[in-house]
Structures are given as structure tokens and as C-alpha cells.
């Protein structure tokens, strides 16, 4: 319809008073745009919404965001990943506010989705298993108005899922030059370093490797491809003890925090939630947490608000208000 009236990708978007970038995004089927979007350059072409917008494909259920199924009844956040359907369970996007989780949509006994009343407003999906991940999804929606879907993830599942097409960027953590080559061509920031090790709320202070090791303790861990629980396992191998001790897997770093406080010998977490929980914590090593971005994303205007945040004061602010995140090289570009 641009081409008909002679105008180029600029043109348009001067008309509709939208970035050329959202526009080519748009025409090569990157990205949704929002409600406000649409209607501007619905209005700069003479046409309706429905006649720019109206999708006639057969999309069939969504992708769930980390390959596992999605239980029938379930809320679900929706984005659009390459032009897939891609869900989210509403209930465990990274946060640890007390607020229910603004889900898009329930699953149907068949794998199928039904939209709630509001629909689907496209963004951007990124996995992660950082807590500083929710804080740059708020951030980036108010600079954007477009939103930022987090999904928790272990480094080892953010890796898959990027791999899969399946998001559109990552938040992955280990020692300092141990990361794996992305999977995709990527853009990639260091974030922060950060110490993963044990946390415990014991009077008597928090269990060494060995004692863990010897007197098979109990404690909350993370999944196989977590780089925490990576961490641990080279410390048992330093000692010479098995690969594996007892302990039920907890989702992230928030939730083995919050169940060391209720009562977990100790767990297997970063510093900050251990100290936000007001529990002891004994350093294992120090990991490098960096942003990947998919260079085929870069555009999408919910992707360069990140980039924003990424570079702006306003994360490091809050951040050093959490602790136990070292900002020194935050926004650093990675070749």
C-alpha cells in the first residue's frame, strides 16, 4: 500500500509519526505494533486496521517458550517469535513482586489458545534467570510502550530456547570467558559479575562443600543447565565427593533463596538473593552475566528500548540499590 501512493519507508512513517524503523519492521513481518501504532498508519494510508492487520494464518497452538507442553487452563503470555505464536505461563515471569502476572490468553485441552478481551500486543521475549531481568523489562516497556515478555530460564534452557527460535534474546551467566559461541549471530552486553555459591540461614554458619559432601545435606539446587548448579559441581569435583548430593530443584535464584529462609539447610543461589533474604552466603565463583541479543531482533523497538536501558543510569541506580551486583563494566559492548 506504501509503494501504491510512491512513498518510501520514511515517508510513511513521517506521515504516521512512527520510527521508520517500526515500519520496516512491520513490512518484513519482525514485529505487531501496538493499538496507538496501527491506528497512525492505518490513518496515514486511508485504510482500516483490519485491512493492514488481518492475519489469515492458520497459526496453530503456540510454541511453549522452553519446548516443555503447557498444562490445559493455564494463563499464558503471547509474543510473536519469527513469526510464530510463542507462550509464556504467566506464572513464572521473572519477578519477585507479590502481583498477579498479566496474562494474553488461556490454553485449551488441545494445545490450543483462547485471547482475553485486550488481545495480543506483539513485543519482545527474552529468557533468563538474572531477577535484574524484570527490572529491564519494566524499564524498557515505559521507554517503548511495547512489551518486554521475561520467561525464566536457566542459562543452559535460555541457550536452547535461542537456539529454537523461540525467543528473541537471552540473559546467561558463568565465568568469565566459559560462556558457549551463541548459538545465533548475536549482539552481546556485559550486564554485570555477580558470586554464585551457597546460602544458608544456620546459626552456625553457612556449610562448607565438604561438610555438604560428607554429611549429605539436604540442599535446594537448580537445573543441570544452570550456571549455578554448574558452579557446584566443580566444586565437589575440586574435593574429590560425588557429582550429585540431595535436594529438591527449585525454579531460580529467588525461589532458593525464599526456601533456604523458610527452613533449607542451604541452597544454591547468587549473592543478591541471598542477601535479600538476610541469609549467609559463602562465595563458590564469580560469573560474567551478559545480554544476547538475536541480530535478526535488533530493530524491534521493544529490542533497542533494552539497549537503552542497558546504557542508561536508571538500571544501574536500581541495581546497586539490590547489592551484590559489580556494575563496573554494565553496558560494556562484548566483540
Do not use: K
Not at 512513498?7 to 493499538?35: C, F, I, K, T, Y
Not at 489469515?56 to 519469527?82: K, N
Request: with cysteine; net charge negative.
Amino acid at each position: 500500500m506504501r509503494e501504491a501512493e510512491g512513498w518510501s519507508q520514511a515517508d510513511l512513517a513521517e506521515r504516521a509519526g512512527v520510527s521508520r524503523q517500526l515500519v520496516g519492521a512491520v513490512e518484513a513481518g519482525r514485529h505487531a505494533p501496538n493499538v496507538a501504532a496501527a491506528l497512525a498508519l492505518a490513518r496515514a494510508l486511508g485504510r482500516s486496521v483490519e485491512e493492514l492487520f488481518a492475519d489469515d494464518r492458520s497459526e496453530g497452538p503456540p510454541v511453549p517458550v522452553l519446548g516443555t507442553g503447557l498444562a490445559a487452563g493455564a494463563p499464558v503470555q503471547l509474543a510473536r517469535v519469527a513469526g510464530r505464536l510463542v507462550a509464556v505461563p504467566a506464572d513464572r515471569g521473572v519477578a519477585c513482586a507479590e502481583r498477579w502476572a498479566l496474562a494474553d490468553a488461556t490454553v485449551g485441552p488441545d494445545g490450543d489458545v483462547t485471547l482475553l478481551a485486550d488481545g495480543l500486543d506483539d513485543g519482545m521475549v527474552i529468557a533468563g534467570c538474572d531477577p535484574a531481568l524484570g527490572v529491564i523489562a519494566d524499564l524498557a516497556e515505559r521507554i517503548s510502550r511495547h512489551r518486554v515478555v521475561t520467561a525464566h530460564a536457566s542459562t543452559g534452557r535460555s541457550i536452547e530456547a535461542l537456539a529454537a527460535g523461540r525467543v528473541h534474546g537471552v540473559v546467561v551467566h558463568a565465568p568469565a570467558g566459559t560462556l558457549p559461541p551463541p548459538p545465533v549471530p548475536v549482539r552481546r552486553w556485559h550486564l554485570a559479575t555477580w558470586q554464585v555459591g551457597v546460602a544458608s540461614g544456620r546459626a552456625s554458619g553457612v556449610p562448607t562443600v565438604e561438610e555438604i559432601a560428607t554429611r549429605r545435606l539436604q540442599v535446594v539446587q537448580r537445573d543441570a543447565g544452570a550456571g549455578t548448579q554448574l558452579a557446584f559441581a566443580r566444586a565437589l569435583q575440586r574435593i574429590g565427593a560425588p557429582d550429585a548430593v540431595p535436594g529438591p530443584v527449585a525454579d531460580g535464584h529467588l525461589d532458593v533463596a525464599r526456601r533456604v529462609a523458610a527452613g533449607a539447610a542451604a541452597g544454591l543461589t547468587m549473592e543478591a538473593a541471598a542477601r535479600s533474604f538476610g541469609l549467609g552466603f559463602a562465595p563458590l565463583e564469580a560469573h560474567a552475566v551478559e545480554v544476547w541479543i538475536a541480530e535478526a531482533w535488533t530493530t524491534l523497538p521493544a529490542a533497542t528500548a533494552v539497549v537503552d536501558v542497558l546504557t542508561g543510569a536508571s538500571l544501574r541506580s536500581r541495581l546497586e540499590l539490590v547489592g551484590g551486583y559489580d556494575l563496573a563494566q554494565c553496558a560494556t559492548r562484548v566483540a
